[in-house]
Every structure is written in C-alpha cells, then in structure tokens.
C-alpha cells in the first residue's frame, strides 16, 4: 500500500504562484510514476501533469504547458507541482496518484490522495 498527502493548495490572485507537494509513504513508494489531476466543480476530473519514477521524463496537458512544472524528489518521497502565472480556470481540488507508468488516464494510477483545494481569484 502506498498512501498519499496532498498539501500546499490555498487562494490566490490570478497571476500567482502556488506550489504543491505530495508526500508518499509506504511500500517502496519511491518506484512508482506520480500523476497530479484535477477536478473543477461540475467538471470530471482531469489529467495535469505525470512524471516517472525516475523523474527523467515528464508531461503536461496543453492548458498548462509553460506554467506548471512538475518535479520529484525521492530521498524525501515528494512529489510537487510548481503552478505559475495561475488563471481562474485552474480553480480546482488537485490530487495526486501513484501507478506504474506516467499516463494520462486516472483509471491507471493505483494510489489517491484525498486532495488539496486551489482558488485562484480573478
């Protein structure tokens, strides 16, 4: 089992910054692909950003290609997603997910955090 914390989410002016992290703990937690999605309210959740266990490749939804950087740091079991130049339309809970591989479908992470509320105020 792995299990996974969510933190760092909050309100912010359009324009700002936030970053969050996902801290993991349990079995061999470190050689899993991490995943951030999202969900709007009204909206399914969606896919933002996915790394590999190694943290040597990464991707991105086109919404926030530029702006948002996903990153890992396996000595401390966390991974983060740095989102800059927020846009109200990023209003959502971000969680994070754990799964063999870096994809885009939620259905292929194994592991959920119980998310982490971000409000981006026009």
């Known amino acids: 089992q792995v299990q996974l914390v969510e933190s760092g989410g909050g309100l912010v002016q359009a324009g700002g910054s936030l970053r969050l992290s996902c801290a993991a703990s349990?079995?061999?937690?470190?050689?899993?692909?991490m995943g951030w999605f999202r969900q709007a309210p009204g909206k399914e959740r969606e896919f933002v950003a996915a790394?590999?266990?190694?943290?040597?490749?990464?991707s991105y939804v086109d919404s926030v290609k530029g702006r948002f950087t996903i990153s890992r740091d396996n000595a401390k079991n966390t991974v983060y997603l740095q989102m800059n130049s927020l846009k109200p339309e990023d209003t959502a809970v971000y969680y994070c997910?754990?799964?063999?591989?870096?994809?885009?479908?939620?259905?292929?992470?194994?592991?959920w955090g119980q998310g982490t509320q971000v409000t981006v105020s026009s």
């Open positions: 997910a754990a799964g063999r591989l870096a994809v885009r479908n939620q259905n292929d992470y194994n592991y």
């Open positions: 349990g079995r061999t937690s470190s050689s899993y692909a």
């Open positions: 790394i590999t266990w190694s943290g040597g490749s990464t």
